[in-house]
């Protein structure tokens, strides 16, 4: 037996010398979990391999993609019915796109719930906050790149919303459109918008978050003493991130089950006449909408009721959520307010959500 | 938890090894439905379906008997029994097929009672200036409102007779180690195995293996072409090149005679020509 390394024992000692390898797996893999494993945990990582997958899938779909008024529709066309396993990656792409709010709201819940917000942990809810406004800003402009009626529309309705907001209102709603009609300027800068701006952002936030979340470390289970917690803490690796693992492989192949179920069917091409059909937003944006269906949100100011003071006061009301509740108690049974409120935002999205399909289907 | 175990009641305790089963049993019963679905099939007709139930039972088995042996030696403190996971899918599976027959005709039953009785309620004179918009919110509310706390009835029930059959398997199980730690510790190895580069390696066979059958299995182009959209591009019948070429020869021997023909043609009518020539000057002389 020779104790002289390998070949690939020395190449591994070659880079770690000059990168550090060992003390970088020692720092990404060895971090301590009060309480040990738990799948409840699994939401972060599975968003990321999300983002990942999404930023994979949109990067080949760009090779065959033309961002212009012309020839959008066309080029989406020609990816689902000519390019080779092109109509499954354009599926994967959008089912994804609705994978990753979906995980949003659950990782946000989970954090919700189980107080992961409270002191220290402040910081990490704020940057949060920023990525689930990144998340549907990606749903937003990604949703117009098709080009056909389906998208125009949802754009025309949602910059229409935008418009509403005092002072900025405007103003956004001019630059997004680059016109009076949505062409191949809004094309252009909604393109721009989603492929270079939202992803930069996203990238650069996401490092944040991550780095925020290893400093203030996990905040493990809401029960338990700290006697018990010490006796199943474990280390993020092996088990963590086997579940981890095996959460992401059920994430993908529930995408792609999607993508074989419903594979993207584009409409008609956009034009300026919605003709026969009802323009409606994305699915996680129809509660909203819905809601501004309501008698008490019609005329100007019930719009901007509807649409902008009160969706703001909500996300200003999370955002100074760690400055409000300072209590220490982070067990969702002893914080009924807490519960209550999250049973309430819930249920007031489910229910306007299948109010609006049920809207749909008697439109149609 | 602590050194003494846990006293659980019915419902705890089928929530406990039932919400864990469903959860480890159902990436593997999503990779099949998916591998259904690229072969063209779907799970939820005939014949995939009974080919996912069929695959599902040894599925359950293990993952009902994982959650079951966990609970059993974590929260309860007992040795669980070795044939734990079969003993609690066939129990399991024949609550399913009566009780959850029963929950699902009730659940039926409630969402059309309810549904009629609130679109009898909205229906009068009094109601009838509610806009549509709000109308279909108010009917969903109530309706929904009702089916769920029937249904949240049903599943606590559920709960509660599966949480008995459990039960009953704990009860005639021994004592397992009294502290705490040593049960996390025999847990432990109860659900990691001993030869783990073994299980890695079979899990990214496995792993590779389903992304082949995935990809060899999935349609080349959509499976849903567009209603207008037009195939431009015609398929062209194969070049066979010594077919090419005898065509383009008896093309060439073609055109050849035809030339000769016309070159002949040209001759004639030159000929009669400069003869009706000769002849009108004769005359003119």
Known sequence: MSSQPNLLEKVIAFVDERVGLKTLQAKMLNEPVPGGSRWAYIFGSVLLFIFIMQAVTGILLMFYYVPSADHAYASTQYIIHEVDYGWFLLSYHFWGSSAMVIMVFAHMSQVFLWGAYKSPREMIWLVGLALFGIVMGFGFTGYLLPWDQRAYWATTVGVEIMDKTPIVGDFMARFLKGGATPGQMTLSRFFVIHVMILPAALMGLAGLHIFLFRKAGPAGPFRGTPEELKAKTDYFFPRQIWKDMVAMGAVFATICSLAFIEPVVLLEEATPDPGEYHPEPEWYFLFLFQLLRLKIFSGEFGQFLGAIAIPGVFMALLAALPFIDRSPERNIFKRPVALIGWIVVMATILIFTVSAIINREFLD | ?285
């Open chain 2, 1 to 285: 938890m602590t050194d003494q175990p846990t006293q659980m009641s019915p419902v705890k305790l089928g929530l406990a090894v039932a919400w864990p089963a469903f959860w480890t049993g159902m990436p593997i019963k999503i990779v099949l439905c998916l591998l259904l679905l690229a072969m063209g099939q779907h799970p939820w007709e005939f014949p995939g379906l009974a080919f996912l139930l069929l695959l599902s039972i040894p599925v359950d088995i293990w993952a009902v008997g994982l959650s079951g042996r966990t609970v059993l030696l974590e929260r309860l403190g007992v040795e669980p029994p070795a044939s734990l996971g079969l003993t609690l899918w066939w129990q399991g599976a024949a609550l399913a097929a009566t009780y959850g027959s029963l929950a699902c005709f009730l659940e039926r039953q409630t969402i059309a009672g309810s549904q009629a009785v609130v679109a009898r309620i909205l229906d009068l004179e009094l109601l009838k200036v509610i806009p549509i918009a709000e109308r279909i919110s108010i009917e969903l509310t109530a309706w929904g409102s009702v089916a769920a706390v029937v249904l949240l009835a049903l599943t606590l029930g559920g709960l509660f007779l599966f949480g008995k059959l459990v039960q009953r398997q704990a009860d005639a199980a021994s004592p397992a180690a009294a502290s705490y730690e040593a049960r996390v510790h025999q847990w432990d190895l109860m659900r990691v195995p001993a030869d783990q580069p073994l299980m890695l390696t079979v899990f990214t066979a496995t792993g590779v293996a389903l992304v082949l059958l995935l990809w060899a299995f999935m349609p080349v182009t959509t499976p849903h072409p567009h209603e207008s959209y037009k195939e431009e591009k015609k398929a062209a019948p194969p070049l066979k090149p010594t077919d090419a070429l005898q065509k383009a020869e008896r093309v060439l021997t073609q055109a050849e005679a035809s030339v000769q023909t016309l070159e002949a043609k040209a001759k004639k009518s030159k000929g009669k020509a400069s003869e009706k020539k000769a002849a009108a000057k004769q005359k003119k002389a």
